[in-house]
């Protein structure tokens, strides 16, 4: 909600971030995964986490946390399991 659909920039940065992690776990790392994506919602279920994957997700959560700081109205960070 940054800015139009098609030119919000927070949307992209968002995006773009998820689909790197998602195809380095899952292209580069070779993390066995189970994941999907659309109508702007990404899921990736990792079948065995390990310290790669861990890293990766780790990189992501403090790309979108900086991200947060600079966009507070428009990323929150929720923390907690899928159900």
Do not use: W
């Not at 070779?30 to 919602?41: L, N, Y």
């Not at 997700?57 to 399991?81: C, F």
């Amino acid at each position: 909600m940054f800015a139009e659909n098609g030119s919000d920039v927070v949307c992209a940065a968002v995006s773009s971030a998820a689909y790197m992690a998602a195809n380095t776990l899952t292209e580069i790392v070779g993390a066995k995964a189970d994941a999907s994506a659309q109508d702007g919602m990404m899921r990736v279920i990792l079948i065995q986490p390990d310290e790669q994957t861990e890293t990766v997700l780790r990189g992501l959560e403090l790309h979108l946390t900086e991200l947060s700081k600079q966009y507070p109205e428009n990323i929150k960070i929720i923390y907690g399991g899928v159900k």
